[in-house]
């Protein structure tokens, strides 16, 4: 079945650093990938989304590219801030375009 | 606008009591979502709603858990009798519809479950 598949956290950096947090998944056809983010005691926020091969999703410093050849969906930002400090959570929108499946989430920890 | 809607925020109980969720989705939205996250685990579907019939449920305990959407807007999540392995925060999430690659998802800030 549909899965996704994220880097081990937690992820310790100091501010301005350049973060990458690495994202593959499995799935039948090409499925919506998307980057949630959780922030202390709060709900998942939406971060970015891409919805076909070679998409690039944007938002807030952030970015990741649909890859399709490896299937991947990884997370940059050039900078990181205190602020970024959080987990972030890679998901794919099932094949019938209903449900998301998430991965295990990354925990980010940056200090200044 | 309103975000998606969830009550209570934490709720503390014993084991082999009763608990209840409420979700209010975003105005509009026909689908609705709710889903189980354990700490140090990323979200898992417990149960999708169209308006008010069910198109997922397969991965909800139904001897335990209990769903409805009456009215095709607001929404509750019971639990009973609960167990210590339930202690979870529970997201409700809502979108315009499901079945379409532009789909987005939009999710409450949790109800905060501790089984004791």
């Known amino acids: 079945g549909d899965s996704v598949t994220q880097m081990e956290g937690p992820v310790t950096l100091s501010e301005e650093a350049f973060l990458t947090i690495n994202c593959t998944y499995t799935?039948?056809?090409?499925?919506?990938l998307f980057w949630y983010v959780q922030y202390p005691g709060e709900g998942l926020q939406l971060l970015l989304k891409a919805t076909k091969a070679d998409d690039k999703g944007s938002n807030k410093g952030f970015e990741a590219t649909y890859r399709k050849e490896t299937t991947s969906f990884h997370l940059e930002k050039g900078s990181v801030q205190v602020s970024d400090s959080a987990v972030y959570f890679c998901a794919l929108l099932n094949q019938a375009g209903t449900a998301l499946i998430f991965g295990k989430g990354t925990t980010l920890s940056v200090s200044s | 606008e309103a975000g998606v809607a969830q009550s209570p925020r934490y709720k503390i109980i014993e084991k082999r009591q009763s608990v209840a969720f409420w979700c209010n989705p975003i105005?509009?939205?026909?689908?609705l979502y709710w889903y189980q996250q354990i700490l140090g685990q990323g979200p898992k579907l417990l149960i999708q709603f169209q308006n008010n019939g069910v198109v997922d449920d397969s991965q909800l305990p139904k001897d335990r858990f209990s769903a409805e959407r009456l009215k095709g807007v607001d929404s509750t999540l019971k639990i009973q009798p609960a167990k210590l392995e339930d202690s979870a925060v529970y997201l409700c999430a809502s979108s315009l519809a499901a079945g379409h690659s532009g789909n987005t998802i939009y999710f409450g800030e949790g109800s905060w479950l501790t089984v004791v």
């Open positions: 105005s509009g939205h026909a689908t």
């Open positions: 799935a039948t056809g090409y499925p919506s």
